[in-house]
């Protein structure tokens, strides 16, 4: 994904993460995505099924709503381990992410 968008002239924002420790608490990550979100009006957004997930806890949920996110058209959300894109798809403030993760094996 990062190959595509700098081949096609886009910029990519991996937002700093110092003082973090391992993967860090999720509502820390979403925190800083949001913001990152908004000072950078990024276009596209990729997270993962908990950062996700702490979106929706009410204090993220009030923060994101002061801020102007309105930049933001797509989305993937790793939900699990693979690379498939599944057919699921997950809404954050309006805006429809998909999934991506591994398919599930056929009988």
Same mark, same amino acid.
């Not at 997930?53 to 797509?74: C, G, Q, W, Y």
């Given at each position: 994904? !990062?190959?595509?968008?700098?081949?096609?002239?886009?910029?990519?924002? %991996? =937002?700093?993460?110092?003082? %973090?420790?391992? !993967?860090?608490?999720?509502?820390?990550?979403?925190?800083? #995505?949001?913001?990152?979100?908004?000072? #950078?009006? !990024?276009?596209? %957004?990729?997270?993962?099924?908990?950062?996700?997930?702490?979106?929706?806890? =009410?204090?993220?949920?009030? /923060?994101?709503?002061?801020? &102007?996110?309105?930049?933001?058209?797509?989305?993937?959300? /790793?939900?699990?381990?693979?690379? &498939?894109?599944?057919? &699921?798809?997950? &809404?954050?403030?309006?805006?429809?992410?998909?999934?991506?993760? /591994?398919? =599930?094996?056929? =009988?």
């Amino acid at each position: 994904a !990062c190959g595509a968008a700098l081949a096609a002239g886009a910029a990519v924002v %991996l =937002p700093a993460v110092g003082g %973090l420790r391992g !993967c860090g608490v999720p509502e820390q990550r979403a925190a800083v #995505t949001l913001e990152v979100l908004a000072s #950078t009006r !990024c276009t596209a %957004l990729f997270a993962d099924t908990h950062t996700l997930k702490a979106f929706a806890e =009410p204090e993220m949920v009030a /923060k994101r709503e002061a801020l &102007d996110i309105s930049s933001l058209r797509t989305g993937v959300v /790793k939900v699990g381990s693979g690379a &498939d894109f599944l057919d &699921d798809t997950v &809404d954050f403030a309006g805006i429809k992410l998909f999934t991506l993760g /591994k398919r =599930p094996s056929k =009988p």
